[in-house]
């Protein structure tokens, strides 16, 4: 069974770079054919597509974030880490991961609330 846990700051500064971290077990991340995925969803709004990293290593962007978003990995330990900068008040959300080889995703982690607040 593979499990996703998201972890990282619930509560970040105006200006600040947001990180978190998704900790899988139960799979690698370096198995075949899957992305592991940042998803957000805004208070009142939908899901929000980030981007993703793959098996590969390869990293793709939502165009609307690109360049404030970085998605990288660490084999060793398992787990692929988002960084979002300059945050503001609209970067308020329940940021998820999830994972699959394709979508929908087969597995999602339960989320976390990040907070963008002074």
């Known amino acids: 069974q593979v499990q996703l846990q998201e972890s990282g700051p619930g509560l970040v500064k105006p200006s600040q770079t947001l990180s978190l971290t998704c900790t899988v077990s139960g799979a690698s991340i370096t198995t075949n054919y899957y992305s592991w995925n940042w998803i957000r969803q805004p208070p009142g709004k939908g899901l929000e597509w980030m981007g993703d990293?793959?098996?590969?290593?390869?990293?793709y962007y939502s165009p609307s974030l690109k360049s404030r978003t970085s998605i990288s990995r660490d084999t060793a330990k398992n787990h692929v880490t988002l960084q979002l900068s300059s945050v503001t008040p609209e970067d308020t959300a329940v940021y998820y991961c999830a994972t699959g080889p394709g979508s929908p995703y087969d597995y999602w982690g339960q989320g976390i609330q990040v907070t963008v607040s002074s």
């Open positions: 990293i793959y098996y590969s290593g390869s990293t």
